[in-house]
């Protein structure tokens, strides 16, 4: 029986690795490179939260740029841990539009529940992708992937009121 190993991950597109390094978790029970506990999967996921924050803030950016006209704001929560266990790091990007509306920002949050094998990428209304980052050129792969969880949460934000909360329509 042939098994994905370390070499077949590594000549697999950028986009793909991180899924591949999932599925491997998963058939071997472990994160990264062999952690087993969760102690460990957590050094991994609070190292993971570095090399992600320029990326997830760039493409948080660059909504607020062509989309919201430059009058929204980019925050960073940070890492923080719930009472139950999970831990999370959230960017968010407000405008005053979205505000207005009293609807979640757009958001990329990276998270790790108490109760999961290892870590996910989501947004305030996109479900889950995982999330495999052990270094910046792993997360520089997941910028593509945090522009579509971006782009999927504004438009479901859109749903939720209208195109009016996009500066770009309604001031462009």
């Known amino acids: 029986m042939n098994t994905t190993n370390r070499s077949d991950i590594d000549s ?57 006209l430059a009058s929204g704001t980019v925050a960073a929560s940070g890492v ?42 989501r947004g305030a209304t996109v479900g889950v992708w995982p999330l495999n980052v052990f270094s910046d050129a792993d997360a520089a792969a997941e910028l593509p992937t945090m522009r579509a969880i971006a782009a999927a949460d504004l438009h479901n934000l859109v749903f939720q009121r209208d195109y009016r909360i996009v500066p770009a329509i309604t001031r462009g």
């Open 12 to 68: 697999a597109p950028g986009h793909l690795r991180g899924l591949l390094r999932h599925f491997a978790d998963l058939r071997d029970g472990t994160h990264g490179n062999g952690a087993v506990s969760r102690v460990d999967k957590e050094k991994i996921f609070i190292a993971a939260i570095d090399y992600l924050a320029p990326y997830a803030r760039q493409a948080l950016d660059e909504m607020n740029a062509a989309l919201m």
């Open 80 to 121: 923080f841990k719930s009472p139950d266990g999970d831990i999370s790091a959230v960017w968010t990007l407000n405008w005053p539009e979205q505000k207005q509306a009293g609807i979640p920002p757009v958001t990329l949050e990276a998270f790790f529940g108490h109760g999961f094998h290892h870590p996910h990428l």
